[in-house]
């Protein structure tokens, strides 16, 4: 994976991870940043030229000073897509990052040629709530996240060489970003924006998230205009991670189509 | 040095079982099940009289602070209990240690509140402005723990302003936009009352008290033992900077509790100080430190602390526990004084604010303590200090002070 620092129009940078090979595929990263052996984007490397940028903050939280609310950050992210010459683009995002692709999809129609949901937040249902993803230790982040309540298998999202406080730092500098823009409920408005998405787009969420209950899926689907929906059993939040294969069989094929 | 008589306004009934029944005493602790308004009339009233008890003793300031969705601090308003306890006192000042400045919408509220109790009173006030609990601030009231630093530090600089600039003006801020500032009243103290930051361990905060002359308070439930660290931090950055190494620029909080004998204090106070530490400060680590709330090379340290904490849940406190850790000074008026000179020699603080209710404990034991406090310790601390010149205390009214028509002699 490359790392390669891009300068915006805005007169801010942004740095971009890139591997793999094919057609390009932007992938917005959820909770976790881009961990140098990210599964899931090598799987998508397999197929896609992976164009990943680590959202504002994620390294150094100065880079949010400007970026003020939804708004700006989905205008931070059309001036990243113009500045690496993307005018008609597929992307996917994953959790916090789904919330991102949907903003910029919604805030920029055209832009986005091919979009891609999973686990997607931004949305509230008084009937269904999203679980309080900040009232709670950091130590304890991986039972809301997990179906199983911690990483499975090789799916670990921190480099191995990395101290269990120094990736907790990590953790808690992401969730920071994540927590100027979602404080204190995940609605700031993305429902009311939807209808403004044209790209065909697929949303897939897990069964048994304990984050966001999987029916989110369906009211995504309702409100984008040509959206599919998929449910994946046995699943939490961590979906793509969770169930590479299964996220993976619906997205690629749908991703790759014209 | 100074003596300031500090209420929590604690909720007295909380169940025996309480720890074990609920996940903390903050935010979300049901109201509906735990409060009873009744037991609420007569606590507050007694709480009243227990402050305006202080100040016949001769404490030299009285003070409250706020709390939000807490059963133990009764007051998410403060502002409200000194407006009582101005028309009630005569002579104390009144420390108000919150109202956190980034809560209100516009913030210029908190001027003009503070300007009325200030002209009220008769320039009693001392003006606190805190940052506020990450409990209060972002949990309660919804405010994003990302930006409550830079929204907190903008709100006190628009008080400053709307206390100190001559004309009107506007303010176009990141979190407020007015058009017209104009606060009325304007208060009593010119320029403002002394501003009063009650605050945590963070080095951002030490540098910007001793900067712009604000006094730093540390308000710790664990005593002086588990604060010297913190106040060190603090005169450590005095001295960097090169600001005078005033006592009376700092201010501690402090248990205490005064019998015959340590014996007789053990028999008198442990049941309230066990209710406070096992009942009250019954915290749930889940609403400690939102993400943001603290700068990262603080969050580093508190989430070591987090994890470490978790780790070593202990069983119930026991009053040996609790004393020997200094949390509580308790004993005869001899312990206190010697402990306390202890803690003055080590933290070099001018303003202690003594906490001499704890808990659910009767207003006749309130009364005995504060009246043995006054009388047998203040006396032998009161000179420390005097060549300093306390910069950071309401001065004497210049103009005449009216005294409320019902507190005068028939």
Known sequence: MNIETVRLASGRSQQVAKTGAGPVLVWLHGLHGVPAHDPFVAA????FNVVAPIAPGFNDLAELDDIRDVHDLALHYDDLLSALGLDRVRVVGHSFGAMIAAEVAAHSPGRISRLGLLSPIGLWRDDHPV???FGRPYTTIDKLIWAGGQPIGTMVMRDASTSPVESLVTLARGMTVVAKFLWPLPDKGLRRRLYRITSPSLVMTGAVDPLTPSLYAEDFRAGIRDAKAFVIAGAGHMLPYEQSNAVCEQLIPFMKSD | MKFHWFHLMPYPDLPDDFRARYSGVWVDVPVRELFDPARGHQAYNDYLDEL??????????????????????????????????????????????????ALYNPPIRVAEEMAMLDVLSGGRIVSGFPVGTPMDTTFCYGENPATLREKYREAVALILRAWTEKKPFAFNGKYTQLRYVNVWPQPMQQPHPPIWIPGGGSVETWDWCAQNNFLYAYLSYFGYKAGLATMQGFWETVDKLGVEANPYRAGFLQFVAVADSDAEAERLYAKHALYFYNRCLHLNPSFANPPGYTSIATMRKGIEGQVARAAAMSPDLTWKDIVDRGYVVAGSAATVVDRLNEMADSMRVGHLMVLCHFGDMPKEKVFQNTERFARDVIPKLRPRYNEWEDKWWPKDATAPVQTPAAMQPA
């Open chain 1, 44 to 47: 998508l490397a397999t197929r």
């Open chain 1, 131 to 133: 679980a309080d993803l």
């Open chain 2, 52 to 101: 305006e008890h202080a100040e016949r003793e001769g404490f030299d300031g009285i003070c409250v602070n706020e709390h939000h969705q807490n059963a133990y601090g009764l007051m998410p308003s403060p502002n409200l209990m000194v407006a009582a306890l101005a028309r009630r006192t005569t002579r104390a000042k009144l420390i108000i240690m919150g109202n956190s400045p």
